[in-house]
């Protein structure tokens, strides 16, 4: 060969190398979502929020040298073997952690059978029951919203404080409303309410007028609705009104969407009060609106703050940890949790300064301060919402 061969096949050769680096360098994390389901409707805004927070990261240098680039999945919200497909594909097509899953049941249904196995992150944004926080799950499964058995406590207590006294529970029969309406009850009852009939119901019916029968057979005027906004939910409420025997209706977050109030006699559902996690005020929420402001993306749907959070939380811990799955939960709480010097949404810059320097960090997220505890779980603070003019809106917070 000669020396002008040789020159050329190490030039080729280099070029060949820098090309599979630059490919290697970037990052795939994965959005596992109900783009379908009975949550259909504030998926897309959450996914919307986690793609902004891979847009700042990446406007500002991106990570490990190279992009955020985020792959979509659909979990259904309720179907596990969805859930499992979905996840499959994210971590087949290389994604090294996902934000996600969107409902408690197909979390733990992805996580089981496709993230744990597999050591891959979760950070759900989403999936609140109670039975999450005793997952054995390796220290894989993350959650950015605080758990249902907080927020039923707060909720329980905050409606008997108000001088409701008695009311029946109707749930959706999953991971969710099961363990939403076993934490309330117990918090409600606890606090001096009385439970005049725990009644479980199946997704998907085109009728729920049993179950109503059963709850007001008992005499209540008040119904606590632990469902979804566009599944059973508006269902069972359509139900309930055209039957005439309640006067005071109740929800969760699940129902919190205004899709949930399509359809409905003007004013049928006013009144209404329901509990979802807070859009807290501070330097991490207003620094969340700015990003959101300067991105063009409408804020206030469910969720987004804390999708918001999930991604730029998993991108943080990926920088710390050199991009490596083996030690990432452990990342995932030194960026998180104090001490340390406070990174507000949008300041990837500044942190992957730190970072490199090692210095802590603390970030102070969307949502809130985050503080991951042994479980994965975060506190939080719960918000009251009420339905007023056909929409819902918040009244203040319960915690």
């Not at 109900?34 to 990261?57: V, Y």
């Not at 249904?109 to 989403?126: R, W």
């Not at 320097?357 to 505890?373: C, H, L, N, R, V």
Request: proline residues 4%.
């Amino acid at each position: 060969m000669t020396k002008l061969n040789k020159t050329a096949s190490l030039a080729a050769a280099l070029l060949l190398a820098t090309s599979a680096s630059a490919l290697a360098a970037d990052t795939k994390i994965g959005i596992l979502l109900g783009f379908t389901g009975p949550l259909d409707t504030l998926s897309p805004p959450m996914a919307e929020s986690a793609n902004l927070a891979a847009k700042n990261i990446n406007d500002q240098g991106g990570l490990l040298g190279g992009n955020v680039v985020t792959q979509t999945g659909d979990d259904n919200c309720v179907t596990a073997d969805m859930a499992t497909a979905a996840a499959t594909q994210l971590i087949n097509d290389g994604a090294v952690a996902i934000v996600g899953a969107m409902c408690s049941g197909v979390t733990i249904a992805a996580a089981n059978n496709v993230a744990i196995p597999n050591g891959v992150l979760m950070i759900s944004p989403s999936g609140t029951a109670a039975t999450i926080t005793t997952l054995e799950d390796k220290d894989l499964v993350f959650r950015t919203s605080p758990s249902d058995a907080y927020n039923s406590e707060v909720f329980a207590k905050a409606l008997v404080a108000r001088g409701v006294k008695e009311l029946g529970i109707t749930y959706v029969n999953n991971d969710y409303g099961k363990g939403l309406s076993d934490n309330f009850a117990a918090a409600y009852t606890a606090a001096g309410g009385t439970i005049t009939a725990n009644v479980a119901h199946e997704e998907g019916k085109a009728e729920y007028r049993a179950e109503l029968g059963q709850i007001a057979a008992t005499g209540t005027q008040n119904l606590l609705v632990l469902a979804y906004a566009n599944g059973s939910g508006k269902t069972v409420l359509q139900q309930a009104i055209e039957s005439g025997d309640f006067s005071a209706y109740f929800g969760a977050d699940g129902m919190v969407d205004n899709v949930l109030l399509e359809g409905f006699p003007a004013g049928a559902l006013d009144g209404m009060t329901a509990m979802r996690p807070s859009e807290p005020t501070g330097a991490g929420p207003d620094a969340f609106a700015a990003a959101a402001a300067a991105g063009g993306m409408t804020t206030g749907s469910t969720f987004q703050q804390q999708s918001y959070d999930a991604l730029f939380l998993i991108a943080l811990a990926l920088e710390k940890n050199g991009g490596a799955k083996e030690g990432l939960s452990q990342a995932l709480r030194d960026v998180a949790n104090a001490p340390g010097e406070v990174i507000l949404p949008g300041e990837w810059s500044k942190a992957v300064e730190l970072i490199k320097a090692g210095t802590d960090i603390d970030y102070q997220g969307a949502s809130g301060p985050i503080e991951f505890d042994a479980a994965g779980d975060v506190a939080g603070s719960v918000v009251e919402m009420t339905v007023k003019d056909g929409a819902f809106v918040e009244v203040g917070p319960l915690s």
